[in-house]
C-alpha cells in the first residue's frame, strides 16, 4: 500500500499511458496485478555506518570496514556517515517462471516487477531521508554499484556490511535474486548541500 507510484514505473516500463493499456488489455492488466497484489512481498533493509576516515578513494568505516572507490569517496564527501540499504520484491522470479503464463502475462508480470522494485527503491530512500531529517539531519541520493561509475564490485561489500539475505536477497557474481532487487549506498550529513550532490542525475 505505500508503493503509490508502482503503476507509473510499471507504465514506463511498457512504454503505454494508462488508457492505451485498459483499451487493449484491461483484462490481463488487472489479473496479473491481482495476483501481484497476492503473491509478491517487498522488502527493504537499511543500516548506518560511521565514516572513520577517508583517503585515496577510499572509505574506512567503524568496524574497520573499507569500501574501495574513488567514484563513491568523491560522491560521499560531505558524508560523515555511510548508509547500506537493500530493497527486494520476494516471490517475482517465481511468478516469472510459471509455466501456465502466456507471452502476455509474463510481460506484464515483469513490468509489474520492475515497477514494484523502482517503487520500493524510491519508498526506502524517501524512508531513510525523511527519518535523518527528523534527527536533524541530512541524507544524499542513492548510489548504485553498477550505475553512473560506481563499482558493480560494491555490492560484495554491502553484502557484508548488512546481508541482504535476512529479506530474501542472494549475490552470485554480480547477479542479485530475485532478480527484481536493489542494493545502494547513501551519505549522512550536517551539512544541507548533500541532498543537491547527483540529485540532477537521480531524477
Known amino acids: 500500500d505505500q508503493l503509490k507510484n508502482a503503476e507509473e514505473f510499471t507504465l514506463e516500463s511498457l512504454h503505454m499511458d494508462r488508457d492505451r493499456v485498459m483499451q487493449r488489455y484491461a483484462e490481463t492488466y488487472e489479473d496479473t496485478l491481482e495476483r501481484c497484489f497476492k503473491e509478491l512481498k517487498c ?10 576516515a577517508r583517503n585515496d578513494g577510499e572509505i574506512k568505516l567503524e568496524g574497520g570496514f573499507t569500501l574501495k572507490s574513488k567514484v563513491l569517496a568523491d560522491a560521499l564527501s560531505l558524508a560523515d556517515e555511510v548508509v ?21 502475462e509474463n510481460m506484464f508480470y515483469n513490468a509489474w516487477g520492475v515497477g514494484f ?20 539531519r541530512y541524507a544524499g541520493r542513492g548510489w548504485i554499484p553498477g550505475e553512473e561509475g560506481v ?17 530474501g536477497i542472494t549475490l552470485s557474481g554480480t547477479v542479485m535474486r530475485p532478480v527484481m532487487s ?12 548533500i541532498e543537491s550532490v547527483g540529485a540532477e542525475a537521480s531524477e
Not at 522494485?117 to 536533524?136: C, F, P, T, V, Y
Not at 545502494?184 to 550536517?190: A, T
Open 43 to 52: 522488502q527493504g533493509m537499511y543500516k548506518p555506518f560511521a565514516i572513520i
Open 117 to 136: 522494485s523502482m517503487s520500493a527503491h524510491r519508498w526506502l530512500k524517501k524512508l531513510i531521508q525523511d527519518q535523518i531529517r527528523e534527527n536533524g
Open 151 to 167: 563499482e558493480i564490485g560494491l555490492q560484495k561489500d554491502l553484502f557484508e556490511l548488512i546481508d541482504p539475505g535476512q529479506i
Open 182 to 193: 536493489i542494493n545502494g549506498f547513501m551519505g549522512i550529513s550536517d551539512d544541507p548541500d
Open 84 to 104: 547500506a540499504y537493500a530493497a527486494t520484491v520476494n516471490g517475482h522470479d517465481e511468478l516469472m517462471e510459471d509455466p501456465e503464463n502466456g507471452v502476455l
